[in-house]
């Protein structure tokens, strides 16, 4: 084990730590790459963790507060959270190291956005795929309840009505990118003059102002428009009485075991005095009276099931309160406490490799950040119904909407106070072009299934374009 200040001891093996040869705070680092990997996934899993737990925390007061309220602001702020912290953890060290670690942060702002709006936004419409035929208003929408062979062009999804606005949306709240981003393309040759910066700088005051005022309004519309915050809770509801019915209904059949060899419905002696024929009805009457008594269980486990629902006292709104106030209290101090030391991992990793910190932190850090956001959005999608497809992409664009305004407005900040210079008009030129191939797609409300190969070709090749303009280009 690795040894740390104050007698402490890590739980990563000595093995894979052995060139540790840093120590920041009292959470433990390395200068190999593979120590670094294994602290990478070690905070990233904690990272992802928390962000659970505040996603569960955020969740529960819904039941108990104004749903526009929570689910339009709170929700919407608790879910960038864990994006905020590392993009603050990038841009708060050292001055002779925060314009390297700043790289991370950027990273982490292009990676989960563009993760978002690819790899979940296909794999959901794999998911909820259904056959798309003429309704008889004459509008080509997917079906529930009818998925036939699988077909490029003849299945899809079909979404609400608020989803093409929710994708203008997104579309719009981008442009903030090129409020700095257009006085940065005068000094792409010379991105670290004094010129540069003093302009910058400026620039950069100025997009966060118009990112805070684009948050401002898009909460104010999440408050107004309580549509999507009450689909979620319904099926959130339902998805809660499921899984307590499931595992109620197989505890009460715990007892039911199907016949095996090794305990045949009739057993050797009754076999020897029958014949074949006998045999094959004492099985058909075995089987049948299984099949009603397992179905008599399941109606007895359902009745125990209401009786208990109903002698359980529901929770006060004070009792949901105290585990929500809980629950994002603890979500939230490992956020605080693992984002500095995860950011240190991914540019100690990108020095022990010889590759720019961006590349990690863009494939890394969303996966930690978004996990809550990916999984129930997934879930939402293997219903296969209209609505849940609706929250799967309204949450989708909802999470870019939120790095567009909140998450770049504290990156900005971050560039503004610590007179930081811009070096990222790659990064951003990805960004935009990707936010606006997708926002495209959405702006009909039957989407195909063909156009998964061009959303999902654009995560790997926004890393490569990324690189031809840096290196290729020379855009800095």
């Not at 309160?321 to 500095?340: C, E, N, S």
């Not at 992409?393 to 971050?414: K, P």
């Not at 008009?425 to 061009?454: N, Q």
Request: aromatic share 8%; hydrophobic share 50%.
């Amino acid at each position: 084990l690795l040894f740390l200040p104050g007698g402490g001891r890590s739980v990563l093996p000595y093995s894979l730590m052995v060139s540790a040869s840093c120590i920041d705070g009292l959470l433990p680092c390395s200068a190999t790459v593979t120590g670094n990997i294994v602290l990478i996934i070690f905070y990233g899993s904690i990272l992802g963790s928390a962000a659970k737990v505040i996603s569960d925390g955020s969740e529960l007061l819904l039941d108990i507060l104004n749903p526009g309220l929570i689910g339009g602001l709170l929700l919407p702020v608790l879910g960038a959270l864990p994006d905020c912290a590392v993009v603050i953890a990038s841009g708060a060290g050292a001055a002779d190291e925060v314009q390297e670690e700043l790289a991370i942060g950027v990273g982490t702002l292009a990676g989960s956005t563009i993760m978002l709006l690819t790899l979940p936004w296909a794999l959901g419409m794999f998911l909820a795929r259904l056959d798309i035929r003429r309704t008889p208003e004459g509008k080509m929408e997917a079906m529930e309840g009818f998925r036939g062979a699988f077909s490029w062009k003849n299945q899809g999804v079909t979404v609400d009505d608020d989803m093409p606005i929710n994708s203008i949306i997104m579309m719009i709240t981008s442009l903030s990118y090129l409020i700095i981003q257009g006085v940065a393309f005068a000094y792409l040759a010379h991105p670290e003059s004094k010129t540069a910066r003093s302009h910058e700088r400026g620039f950069a005051l100025a997009t966060c102002i118009v990112c805070l005022i684009a948050f401002v309004l898009y909460s104010t519309y999440q408050v107004l428009n309580t549509s999507f915050q009450e689909r979620k809770i319904k099926e959130a509801h339902r998805i809660q009485r499921e899984h307590i019915l499931h595992n109620k209904v197989l505890a009460q059949l715990g007892s039911f075991r199907p016949p095996t060899e090794a305990s045949p419905l009739i057993d050797e002696e009754q076999q020897r005095d029958v014949t074949a024929h006998n045999v094959g009805l004492k099985w058909k009457k075995k089987a049948k009276d299984s099949a009603e008594k397992r179905e008599l269980e399941e109606d007895q486990a359902r009745q125990v099931l209401n009786i208990q629902e109903d002698a359980e006292e529901p929770r006060t709104p004070r009792q949901i309160a105290t585990k929500a106030a809980i629950l994002l209290v603890i979500g939230t101090g490992f956020v605080a406490v693992f984002a500095d030391p995860m950011v240190s991992a991914i540019n100690n990793m990108g020095e022990a490799m010889g590759v720019p910190p961006f590349y990690i932190s863009f494939i890394v850090t969303p996966f930690a950040s978004n996990a809550s956001e990916v999984i129930s959005s997934l879930i939402f999608a293997m219903k296969m119904k209209k609505t849940n497809s609706s929250l799967t992409y309204s949450q989708l664009y909802g999470a870019a909407t939120m790095n567009n305004t909140l998450v770049l407005g504290i990156f900005v900040a971050l560039v503004y106070m610590r007179n930081l210079v811009w070096e990222f008009s790659a990064e951003v030129i990805v960004i935009l072009l990707v936010e606006v191939i997708v926002g495209i797609f959405a702006l009909r409300t039957t989407m195909k299934m063909w156009m998964c190969i061009p959303v999902l070709a654009l995560y790997p090749l926004s890393l490569l374009f990324v690189w031809f303009l840096e290196n290729v280009v020379g855009w800095q």
